[in-house]
């Protein structure tokens, strides 16, 4: 009796011991990001999708992504490890051109890579195209490590991944959280929108790197890839919830009065987008405004300065876009505020030079002027103004003119 | 205890027919794809659909990736999860067919026959290198099927009646990363290999390939 005790208590220890969340990284580089759509979501039963959507297929496990069918294929699709760990199983050599559901190899799954993830889960990659997975079982593989190629090999009817993660030796779950998905928290680090794409993000979320500290007046000629570049953010808090793929480039701007400021960006030969975040940190939940008018337009946006608080503006390309720019600073004056002895809100009295900015989140209520709009590309931000204002005292410290 | 397990349900339902008495040929329908192709791809959706008749009066019939063992008393739910369609040895008192498991990226080829007046448990010949493309020979004493081996796509044969499974193509390459290594045979394109007296012979998008069985 002891012993069955014991065995119950140990298989109970194992289950409390399940893997926790893990954190998934969309499975592909960032050339690629935003050339690749989901296909099917993993069907809840009834053909239903984790947000109770149709876009899945009877009894499919998985979740599948399409990147341009066979041009697409043809022309390359990167696919890589959505989350660190050991290659736990590959197979390649099947031909990828199938397009009937029904050509076998590899068990149907074609050309795949299987990966042990450290945190406990193992995850499938498959259909990929012929000789194109880079990997070995037992090979180290990182967060983006190139794993191979979308393709359609096995039992496929085109071009595209199946990817599928699960407990190893338990039956697939569906990584994407929703009203009708079980699975309580999303298992990607950033899961994006119903029909969008989760986020390439490997590890902690990346933070704005501003290449420059920029005031009124001041213009700027760059490019979104230019040096100080990065590619690591794709949400920037705004209502619309759009994903920027392109390279970003971010400055740091402030002004030492309580003013509205319009910047403009400008010679344009591609989309690019225009954000105005309320601290550097860019931690995707801090805009406080966004213009993203499409194609190649100009993008102008306004929010209100406060003297001596210094907020990041971003300029990213929408799906991938690169293009050089011309960027503008315009402030329109305002009233300087009083020097004051004692500290401002949040008692912060010292002089911070070296770029970090106050990043207490409360926020102005008269600061909201335009009432949030969301949904589509080219709509406005209306987020929060800028955080609490510093005295003028800081304000003089910082020392910018006007 | 007989290594061959019967199948209980299926000899309630088949015991009254011989394995000698009635057999139609058999004969294999061409499978029907469900799904149609779906812009920018997707997995199979429903699988192949087809028909197959067996010893006995028996047929086994394929749908939703589900197989099914119909008989003149009835029909059972065979396997779940089918990868591909099965295949039947000449007289259909013999078959093979390859299937999924659901607790991990696995698969397995099965074999079942009509012995002593009922259908055996399906009972498997391979696992490893998730195999599918499952073929029997007209005698039904061998079977080929395609699997992984050191991470390329390769040719392999086992006894029906069991034993280790015996690469064929392939032997001693291994997946580098790097491509396609020298010396690589394709597995077949499309279905599986066919058994031509003493060689196994398929289609690969190069041409056509066979090798000599052991």
């Not at chain 1, 002891?2 to 298989?11: D, S």
């Not at chain 1, 979104?224 to 920037?236: H, M, Q, R």
């Not at chain 2, 029907?32 to 920018?40: D, K, P, T």
């Amino acid at each position: 009796m002891r012993i069955i005790i014991a065995t119950a208590i140990a298989g109970l220890l194992l289950l409390l011991a399940a893997p926790g969340r893990a954190q998934l990284s969309m499975p592909t580089s960032i050339d690629d990001y935003s050339k690749l759509y989901v296909t099917a979501y993993y069907d809840h039963g009834g053909t239903t999708d984790w947000n109770c959507g149709t876009k899945t297929y009877s009894g499919h496990g998985g979740t599948d992504f399409g990147g341009g069918s066979w041009s697409g294929m043809y022309e390359g699709r990167d696919i890589t490890a959505a989350a660190a760990g050991i290659v736990h199983a590959v197979n390649d050599g099947v031909d990828d051109t199938c397009s009937t559901g029904n050509c076998g190899g590899g068990g149907g799954y074609g050309n795949y890579v299987q990966i042990n993830q450290y945190d406990g889960y193992r995850t499938t990659y498959a259909h990929l195209r012929t000789w194109s997975v880079a990997v070995v079982v037992g090979q180290i593989v990182e967060c983006g490590d190139l794993l191979g190629l979308m393709g359609s090999s096995g039992n496929s009817t085109g071009p595209h991944l199946h990817f599928d993660i699960r407990v190893p030796g338990q039956t697939r779950f569906d990584p994407f959280a929703g009203p009708c998905s079980p699975t309580p928290e999303s298992f990607w680090a950033v899961q994006g929108p119903h029909l969008g794409l989760p986020a390439i993000q490997c590890g902690d979320p990346a933070v704005c790197e501003p290449v420059a500290l920029i005031t009124c007046g001041d213009e700027v000629a760059s490019s979104n890839d230019g040096a100080g570049s990065t590619t690591g953010n794709f949400f920037y808090g705004c209502p619309g919830g759009w994903m920027y793929s392109g390279p970003e480039i971010a400055y740091r701007f402030v002004t030492d009065l309580d003013e509205p400021v319009t910047v403009t960006l400008t010679g344009l030969s591609e989309d690019l987008d225009l954000f105005a975040l309320e601290s550097a940190a860019c931690a995707g939940d801090d805009c406080i405004e966004e213009s993203t008018n499409s194609g190649t337009n100009d993008e102008e946006l306004t929010f209100e300065a406060a003297a001596g608080v210094e907020v990041v503006l971003v300029v990213d390309g929408w799906q991938g876009a690169v293009s050089g720019f011309n960027l503008a600073v315009q402030c329109e004056g305002g009233i300087p505020e009083e020097d004051e002895p004692d500290a401002g809100p949040d008692g912060d009295t010292d002089a911070d030079t070296d770029g970090d900015t106050d990043t207490d989140s409360d926020s102005d209520a008269d600061a909201d002027a335009d009432g949030g709009q969301g949904g589509t590309k080219g709509s406005g931000c209306g987020c929060r103004a800028a955080g609490p204002r510093p005295s003028g005292l800081l304000a003089a410290l910082i020392g910018f003119g006007y | 205890m007989n290594t061959i397990a019967k199948l209980c349900m299926a000899a309630a339902l088949f015991a009254s027919v011989s394995a000698a008495g009635g057999c139609a040929e058999a004969t294999s329908t061409l499978p029907s794809v469900a799904a149609a192709a779906e812009a920018g791809g997707g997995d199979a959706t429903a699988g192949p659909t087809g028909e197959w008749t067996l010893t006995g009066g028996a047929s086994l019939a394929l749908a939703d990736r589900a197989l099914r063992l119909r008989g003149p008393a009835g029909e059972i739910a065979l396997a779940a999860g089918v990868v591909g369609v099965p295949s039947v040895s000449e007289g259909g008192a013999r078959f093979v067919f390859a299937r999924e498991l659901p607790n991990d990226l696995a698969t397995e080829v099965v074999a079942v026959e009509f012995l002593g007046g009922g259908w055996t448990a399906p009972r498997v010949l391979a696992r490893e290198g998730t195999p599918d493309l499952p073929a029997i020979s007209p005698d039904g004493g061998r079977v080929a099927f395609v699997a992984s081996a050191a991470g390329i796509a390769s040719v392999w044969t086992v006894a029906f009646d069991g034993g280790a499974p015996v690469q064929l193509t392939n032997v001693g390459l291994r997946a580098d990363g790097k491509g396609r290594p020298a010396g690589f045979v394709p597995i077949p394109l499309r279905d599986p290999p066919r058994f031509a007296g003493d060689r196994l012979v398929w289609t690969a998008r190069d041409g056509a390939h066979e090798v000599t069985l052991p």
